[in-house]
């Protein structure tokens, strides 16, 4: 007795009514300043932004100091998670009357567990192929990386790979390997490249990147057919000695070699990749298009999957609807190029993509169960009376 | 609940994305070239232009942007430098380029008329090709000439570049326009309809 009272005292403030309804009024909220802002910072940044977030920040101007000012999608629906979870261990008393009811609320904590896991674990990336072409990784729409590759074994390459999101001026970075430092001299978030005649003035932020390429800053972009290359302009350093300076820009990924104690190694900024444990080539693609007209009928790729470990190694067509499911991956066609002999293959990873569906199935049960048992119980009461 | 909320507070404040180690079977530097995503050069035709090195010049590797590279010894360790280069369009136009170089030796830039007459014009392979010869003034602490030449075919301009000290230079201003001479232009201006590196989505109309 004493006990239950003891988790009743704990999980009561947890369990109240009270915050149900102040997190969905501020879910609401959340929701419908997050939908006006996908006019200004495009789908994918509002979706980081408010509902992936655990709050959302504004700084003062001049400010590098973050400041949280409302809860944002994540926290949101980890309280909620919560209260749903101490309600019924507080309040919940198991009666067969109440199976529904249990039913139902397990599909809602199983959906708001999915969301979380699939927000923490899911990963969206592309593949470009042009016919003919091998690729062993994928690569983020969204993100880049600064890759250093030790290329000093035969058999494999080791790549250490620093986030763009790190790469701020002044900032020093300390590497795993053989005590490096990587240090930002400079670095734009956006850059675009240009002849070093079209340098509008010599005081403009710029790098130079090689004798006919400048790298300018420009604003970010959050336009959804655009996408922002990062430029900057590092030194990698072993005790105190600088071994090289470089400036890299994401939109000319173009490795540069350098050696550490006569180690090969290259460095390059490019867009963040995910490298598979299998290679898919691109045979054909097709773009079938209605006799007589331009309108597009129909787009697929033939792409040959080869996976040694496991001896795979097989054709497979993918087009609208049919994507290629592999290895926790699945493939989507998502856009063409280079006069049609270029694919772009959408990569999703997204391990509980099946849990909307499971628990959305447990939702339908439990009411069908609460208001079957309703029905049941009020027309049996119609035919008595 | 307090401790919840301060939890994820700290969760939200300390977030920085981390510097992550793998290993990955040995690639071909080529293909880790091989990148769609927005290249500042697109590639160049997949028959680019074709060339005879010349008796006594040693081939060097590729690096950067260079599609051809070249050394050449002389006696007491020096040596001369040649580039191959190729970008799309007027890369950023002849005089601006020509200034380029003119700089490297130190020398002031000149105004379009001016540094046109001091450039000769040829013709190779039936492109339009400019030849520059430029030094640095007599008496420079640090001697160097550049020999080029700009090859400008319908889509892109090639740049051929010799630099070196003065006199290793003059020894080698023969092989230079025999090199020059021997460019082979497969394509001279193949315009497409989507140029490599753009792409398009499957929902676009």
């Known amino acids: 007795m004493m006990q239950a009272s003891l988790v009743a005292r704990f999980f009561k403030p947890l369990a109240s009514l009270k915050l149900t309804i102040v997190c969905l009024a501020a879910a609401m909220v959340l929701i419908f300043f997050g939908t006006l802002d996908q006019v200004h910072v495009g789908v994918y940044e509002a979706q980081l932004r408010y509902f992936r977030s655990f709050f959302l920040f504004f700084s003062l101007p001049g400010s590098a100091l973050k400041i949280p000012y409302f809860p944002g999608g994540t926290t949101l629906g980890a309280i909620l998670l919560a209260n749903l979870i101490a309600a019924h261990v507080a309040r919940f008393r198991f009666t067969w009357k109440k199976t529904g009811i249990l039913i139902l609320h397990s599909g809602l904590i199983l959906l708001l567990l999915g969301q979380l896991v699939t927000s923490f674990s899911e990963e969206e990336s592309q593949l470009q192929l042009d016919e003919g072409q091998t690729k062993n990784y994928s690569e983020s729409p969204y993100f880049d990386e600064l890759a250093i590759i030790d290329r000093s074994q035969p058999d494999s390459d080791r790549v250490i790979s620093v986030p763009a999101s790190r790469l701020v001026k002044g900032a020093v970075i300390p590497l795993p390997i053989s005590g490096l430092e990587l240090q930002v001299d400079d670095a734009f978030e956006n850059a675009a490249l240009i002849s070093p005649n079209q340098l509008p003035s010599p005081s403009y932020p710029h790098f130079r990147l090689g004798p006919m390429a400048i790298a300018v800053a420009v604003a970010k972009t959050y336009k959804q057919d655009e996408r922002n290359e990062p430029a900057a302009a590092v030194s990698l350093r072993q005790g105190g000695n600088v071994i090289g300076s470089w400036t890299l820009a994401s939109g000319f990924p173009q490795p540069k070699d350098f050696k550490v104690s006569s180690a090969p190694y290259s460095i390059v900024l490019r867009p963040k990749r995910y490298y598979r444990p299998f290679s898919i080539t691109l045979e054909q693609f097709q773009h079938d298009r209605y006799a007589g007209t331009d309108i597009a009928k129909n787009f697929s790729s033939k792409v040959r999957l080869m996976d040694p470990a496991v001896h795979e190694n097989r054709e497979a067509l993918i087009y609208m609807n049919h994507p290629l499911r592999y290895a926790g991956l699945t493939f989507y066609q998502a856009g063409f190029g280079n006069n049609d002999h270029t694919t772009v293959l959408q990569v999703m990873k997204n391990p509980s993509w099946l849990v909307p569906y499971i628990s959305c199935g447990m939702m339908t049960l439990g009411l069908v169960i609460q208001f079957g048992m309703h029905l049941f119980s009020f027309v049996r009461k119609r035919v008595i009376a | ?205």
Not at chain 2, 8 to 35: G, T
Not at chain 2, 182 to 204: A, C, L, M, Q, Y
């Open chain 2, 1 to 205: 609940m307090t401790l919840l909320v301060a939890v994820a507070f700290m969760l939200a404040a300390c977030h920085e994305e981390k510097v992550s180690v793998y290993r990955i079977p040995k690639e071909d530097n080529q293909v880790s070239m091989e990148n769609g995503s927005g290249n500042l050069a697109p590639p160049p035709p997949a028959n680019p232009a074709t060339w005879t090195k010349p008796d006594g010049w040693e081939e060097k590797p590729l690096s950067e942007m260079r599609l051809g590279s070249f050394g050449i010894k002389g006696t007491n360790g020096e040596s001369v430098d040649v580039s191959v280069t190729s970008f799309p369009g007027d890369a950023g136009g002849l005089e601006s380029n020509v200034n380029r170089w003119r700089e490297q030796v130190h020398q002031p830039a000149l105004e379009a008329e001016r540094l046109a007459d001091g450039l000769q014009r040829e013709t190779v392979d039936g492109v339009p090709t400019v030849l520059v010869d430029v030094q640095t003034a007599p008496g420079a602490e640090k001697p160097s000439r550049i020999l080029g030449a700009v090859f400008r075919t319908d889509d892109r301009t090639w740049f051929v570049k010799l630099t070196g000290p003065p006199d290793l230079v003059e020894s080698q201003k023969e092989s230079f326009m025999q090199f020059v001479k021997s460019f082979h232009f497969s394509s001279k201006g193949e315009t497409t309809e989507n140029p490599p590196g753009k792409v398009k989505s499957t929902n676009d109309r």
